[in-house]
């Protein structure tokens, strides 16, 4: 590795706003006034996006008062603080000149929708827990033997009928 590419290496950032041509961006610019610092928001269209590495830039444009104005972002400089993507656009081109000559409704670009999975009622209501101890609950072993299943069958109806009867008429009497 050569020298230039160790000093770019240190300047990128660790995480690169993610960005594409058409997009329709909100860019965070940190701006320095005498002795006070803000961020100035500059909110427009995705035309170009051009260079590699550190050296990544994107040319952002906006129409304020019928007046077009482009302004050019490093992805890199610590002076951008964040690019957020507000829409994405469907576009055929890498890059967007032609929208400096066009106007209104000539000017515009198609814009690409995205799916949201629709779920299920059962899946959109949110359990509630009232307790986390676990319940412990009893249950009765499986009878292991030998009979058909038809005789096994009749047995455990039989067996399950008469607990059953039992507890009702407990609960009656109380």
């Not at 960005?19 to 961006?25: E, I, N, S, W």
């Not at 500059?42 to 590699?52: E, L």
């Amino acid at each position: 590795m050569n020298i230039v590419d160790e000093i770019e290496k240190e300047n990128m950032k660790e995480k690169a706003p993610q960005c594409k041509v058409g997009d329709l961006v909100d860019v965070h610019v940190r701006t320095v006034e005498g002795e006070k610092e803000r961020i100035q928001i500059f909110n427009g269209t995705v035309i170009s996006k051009k260079g590699s590495g550190n050296r990544i830039t994107i040319t952002v444009r906006r129409v304020v008062q019928g007046e077009g104005v482009e302004r050019v972002f490093p992805v890199h400089s610590p002076n951008v603080v964040d690019v957020v993507v507000k829409k994405s656009h469907k576009i055929r081109r890498a890059k967007l000149y032609y929208l400096r000559d066009r106007k209104g409704k000539s000017a515009r670009l198609k814009e690409i929708r995205r799916r949201v999975k629709k779920t299920s009622k059962s899946d959109q209501t949110v359990p509630v827990v009232a307790d986390e101890v676990a319940v412990a609950t009893e249950e009765t072993p499986a009878e292991t033997t030998k009979t058909s299943k038809t005789t096994k069958t009749s047995k455990t109806t039989k067996t399950t009928k008469a607990p059953k009867a039992e507890t009702e008429k407990k609960d009656e009497k109380s």
